[in-house]
Each structure stands twice: as structure tokens, then as C-alpha cells.
């Protein structure tokens, strides 16, 4: 597969809809959207689907999200260059590739064997490099780069990972789904002092579990 002009296309319809329908005005995250070739992070069958609205199966019963979340989420982060940022959750890399394209410094955790060794691929085969690409448990963080501007959780925990906040730093932003397997509310903390966070809920939403330990 390739990147064509069909697929700019596609993207640059996509990026109106997530404009003008879902309502971001991020500029940077609009930029990053219509540059990142979602299609080429799926499986050739849903190529001509790539840009539609939709989540999509990826390897190890997981999900690529959907573009509207990942612009979402993205946005709640308030990326700016050079954050250094925590991803939990690599999946196929899609959401790893538009933090990247924002010239933000990306961390990215995932605990399944197969998905961490094809975004690695596929990120290097885009001349897409985050800093740091770890097999590993997302609970746990990444203490060895910490402190974090910004963590962003890509699946949903049914419990806050107190590991995650103690890795923000102090004004640092964490955008995490929390609640049970069939449903989540997508919480942002802001981290005011050690002791203190600002919480805000910005709705509803389904995302695959945030599970303990690495998947051998
Ligand atoms: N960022 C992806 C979303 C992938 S779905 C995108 O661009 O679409 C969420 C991912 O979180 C899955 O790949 C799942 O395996 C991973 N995950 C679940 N629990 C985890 C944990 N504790 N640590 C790291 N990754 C985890």
C-alpha cells in the first residue's frame, strides 16, 4: 500500500468532517490528522474505509480508535513541541504517529507483544520516531524517563493508575478513559502540586481494557 492522492484526499474530507461535526479546532491536531496516512496502520480490506469515522480490528483482539477520539483526546492534551509524552496503549501506532507529526517527544507503552513489534515497524518504515517504544505494562509508567508533560491513556482503566500521576509533571495534563469494560467516561486531571489534581469529564465512550502485565 501506498500513500496516494485519493488517500489525501479521503483525509482532507475527513479532517473538514472532524472540523466541522465533532467540533476540534486544535489546528496542530487538524494538521497532524490530515498528515498521518491512517490507512497504511491497517490491514489492506479496510483500505478503502480508512477514513471513514470508524474503528477498525487490529492484531491481538484490539482496536485502532476512532479518528474522532483519537482528535479528541489529542486535543485535550494541549500538545505543544517538544512535550515530552507518555502514551499508554501503542496499538498499531496511529495515535503514536499523530503525536509524533506534532514534533511533541514520545513515549509509548504496549502490552502485547504483536502490536508493539508492528507499530515499531511501521513507524520506522513512515520516518516516524517516537524517543522510546517499550513492551511493557502501562500501570507502571515509563519512571526511568519521568517526569511527563502530558500521559495519554489509550484504553480504559477500571482503576486510577496512581503510577501515571506520580509521573506528571507538576502542571502536566493526563487525558485517561476510566470506568468499567463496557463503557467509559474520558477524565483530564491536571496536576496543581504532588498532592493535588483538577479533574474534568468530557462524556462517554468505548475503549478496549486497560489490562495488567505484558502479554508473552
Ligand atoms: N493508540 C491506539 C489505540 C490502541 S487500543 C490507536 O492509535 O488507535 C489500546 C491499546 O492499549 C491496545 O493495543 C492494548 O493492548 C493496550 N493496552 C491495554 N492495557 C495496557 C497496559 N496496561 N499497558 C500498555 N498497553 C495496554
Known amino acids: 500500500m501506498q500513500d496516494s492522492f485519493v488517500h489525501k484526499g479521503k483525509r482532507k474530507i475527513l479532517v473538514e468532517y472532524l472540523r466541522?461535526?465533532?467540533?476540534i479546532s486544535d489546528e496542530n491536531?487538524?494538521?497532524a490528522i490530515n498528515e498521518v496516512p491512517r490507512h497504511l496502520f491497517l490491514e489492506s480490506v479496510f483500505e478503502d474505509f480508512a477514513y471513514e469515522d470508524r474503528a477498525f480490528p487490529i492484531a491481538a483482539n484490539q482496536?485502532?480508535?476512532?479518528?474522532?477520539?483519537v482528535a479528541e483526546q489529542t486535543e485535550l492534551l494541549e500538545v505543544q513541541e517538544k512535550e515530552k509524552i507518555l502514551e499508554i496503549g501503542t496499538g498499531c501506532g496511529y495515535q503514536t504517529a499523530v503525536l509524533?507529526?506534532?514534533?511533541?517527544?514520545v513515549y509509548t507503552v504496549e502490552r502485547q507483544k504483536d502490536?508493539?513489534?508492528?507499530?515499531?515497524?511501521?513507524l520506522r518504515e513512515m520516518h516516524l520516531r517516537p524517543k522510546f517504544q517499550s513492551f511493557g505494562d502501562g500501570f507502571l509508567g515509563l519512571p526511568t524517563f519521568a517526569p511527563f508533560d502530558k500521559i495519554l491513556v489509550?484504553?480504559?482503566?477500571?482503576i486510577l493508575p496512581i503510577e501515571l500521576l506520580?509521573?506528571?509533571?507538576?502542571?502536566?495534563?493526563?487525558?485517561i478513559p476510566m470506568g468499567k469494560t463496557?463503557?467509559?467516561?474520558?477524565?483530564?486531571?491536571?496536576?496543581?502540586?504532588?498532592?493535588?489534581?483538577?479533574?474534568?469529564?468530557?462524556?462517554?465512550?468505548?475503549f478496549v481494557p486497560m489490562l495488567q502485565d505484558r502479554n508473552k
Request: aromatic share 10%; net charge positive.
Open 63 to 69: 482496536t485502532i480508535s476512532h479518528p474522532s477520539t
Open 182 to 206: 463496557d463503557e467509559q467516561i474520558l477524565y483530564r486531571f491536571t496536576k496543581i502540586s504532588e498532592k493535588e489534581f483538577e479533574k474534568e469529564e468530557f462524556g462517554a465512550y468505548k
Open 29 to 31: 491536531v487538524l494538521k
Open 166 to 175: 506520580k509521573q506528571l509533571k507538576i502542571g502536566g495534563k493526563m487525558v
Open 115 to 122: 502490536l508493539h513489534d508492528f507499530a515499531q515497524k511501521k
Open 100 to 105: 509524533v507529526t506534532m514534533n511533541a517527544f
Open 154 to 158: 489509550t484504553c480504559g482503566a477500571e
Open 20 to 23: 466541522v461535526k465533532i467540533g
